[in-house]
């Protein structure tokens, strides 16, 4: 299975595959999208959006922080791929995380379990990340257990009620939508302005 980050394109007409999840061929909107379709889409942008601000910067860019109280890319990169993982194979599929799976915790020494949300800013601010291309390597084999599980995702599965903190029993739809989709776009955009702050590329339109 080819998972191999791509720009996705629009035409008037849309058929979009759970491989769209790291972003796969070329794919198009049709009426009457399936949820699992519309995830798969807006997933596979975020895939490929967070590998595009993260890809061409130094670890002194990686880890720069514009203004006092602003967390750098690398934290907040971290932080979302982390919820991913944890999310994805954790909370919906009482499976190991990759960063168990790969003992990045020890390797890189960082939390074996936290992921950010709530952490003491101080902490944040200095937590050190490996090289971006070390970290994508991660976020890449994060991305990939990602689309295997929307390849098997069924309606079935999307209704499942979930407890995940802090919006207690809620359908997997509703996890995925809010904590892939809506909070990877929020991080994405302070990844944009990190970079323009250091005179790179920032949104793309």
């Known amino acids: 299975m080819d998972y191999t980050p791509q720009a ?17 061929p ?3 909107w049709r009426l009457g999208v399936e949820p699992k379709e519309y995830l798969a889409h807006f997933v596979g942008n975020l895939h490929r959006e967070y590998e595009e601000a993260i ?4 670890q002194e860019q990686f880890q720069f922080r514009p203004f006092e109280d602003a967390n750098h890319i690398g934290f907040t990169a971290w932080h979302w791929v982390r919820t991913e993982d944890n999310i994805v194979q954790f909370v919906l599929q009482r499976q190991p995380t990759v960063w168990v799976d790969k003992g990045l915790d020890t390797a890189w020494n960082l939390p074996r379990v936290e992921q950010g949300t709530g952490m003491d800013p101080g902490q ?3 937590m ?6 070390d970290f ?11 689309g295997a599980y929307f390849e098997g995702l069924t309606k079935d599965e999307l209704d499942r009620i979930v407890k995940v903190n802090p919006f207690g029993e809620v359908p997997v739809f509703q996890i995925l939508g809010q904590t892939l989709v809506a909070h ?3 991080h994405l955009g302070e990844l944009h302005i990190t970079r323009q702050f250091q005179g790179k590329s920032g949104f793309n339109f």
């Open 124 to 126: 944040a601010h200095e």
């Open 55 to 58: 890809k061409d910067l130094t």
């Open 184 to 186: 990877g776009n929020m």
């Open 128 to 133: 050190q990340l490996p090289a971006p291309a």
């Open 8 to 24: 996705v394109r629009f035409s008037l007409t849309c058929e979009v595959r759970p491989r769209d999840l790291v972003s796969g």
């Open 136 to 146: 994508l390597d991660y976020a890449r084999s994060v991305w990939e257990r990602t």
């Open 26 to 28: 070329q794919s198009t």
